[in-house]
């Protein structure tokens, strides 16, 4: 729905992106409110592992939103470059997405769109969630009719792909598609279309990731497919307790790896809102 551009800042000199909605879409009043609602919801969201736009404006037809440049590319990036990326990385930054998700999910935000696209890297590594273009938030009457799926398809949640109200445990089925797809290279359902895809998240059982590859580690397999549970109460609850599973898994990595190799979850993801450190994975 926009073009980004890299930008800097005249006086301060610091680079910045800027999202600028595209011309016939900036015209149409439903899609203003909605990029207006996006600047909203993630203004109101400041923690450690969510990009916060910095400003929002309308000048005529030109609608746009200035958010801090993130220079380490994004999740969809590498896994377009690598198509899959280590149990234990996908791990750390499926952890960070559920910090991230837990903090919004707190205070009222479902993000509705999670994926690998949304999810982008600092400097130092750390994942970044971003782009709240469809959310809903507590303080935003009903943009879309009801019945209306939005979203991705191949990361809805089933309740989500038939339209109905959702909550962050939605968010959190899309967390295990993405560390499905990171594992194995692929996402669990597939299709022709969004309807197929839809479908097949309603109605089939994805296949287990050990199915697909043995060497997954048991744990971050379990995790990942509990994520994916048909039922929002067989899931995990709450971000905070899936970002729990994940890091209790880095911790037993850590424990089995010797000292001068072990991984480091970036100091230990960051808990309850809080950011403990920056360190990137070794």
Known sequence: MADVYA???????????????HSHLARDEEMRT???????????LVHPLICTPIDYGEVGEVVYLVM??????????????????????????ASQV??????????????????????LFDDDGNAMLTDFGIATAHFHGRLTAGGRAMGTPHYMAPEQAMGKMLDGRSDLYA???????????????DGADGYSIGYKH????????????????????????????????????????????????????????PERVRVAPAEEAERNGRQESKTPTA
């Open 175 to 189: 967390v295990g598609v993405m560390l499905y797809e990171c594992l194995v290279g692929f996402p669990p359902f």
């Open 68 to 93: 801090p440049y993130l220079g380490g590319g994004c999740l969809a990036d590498d896994l377009t470059r690598d198509r899959t990326i280590s149990a234990e990385r996908a791990a750390f930054i």
């Open 202 to 257: 309603v109605h089939e059982a994805p296949v287990t990731l050990h199915e697909v590859d043995s060497r997954i580690p048991a744990t971050l397999a379990g995790i990942a497919m509990r994520c994916l549970s048909k039922d929002p109460v067989a899931r995990y609850q709450t971000g905070r307790e899936l970002a729990d599973a994940l890091l209790e898994f880095l911790h037993e990595v850590n424990a089995r790896t």
């Open 34 to 44: 909605r990029f207006r609602r996006e600047a909203e919801a993630s203004s109101r």
């Open 98 to 119: 559920s910090c991230a998700l837990d903090y919004a999910h707190r205070h009222g935000v479902i993000h509705r769109d999670v994926k690998p696209d949304n999810v």
């Open 7 to 21: 930008a800097e800042h005249e006086r301060l000199g610091r680079p910045l992106a800027v999202k600028v909605v």
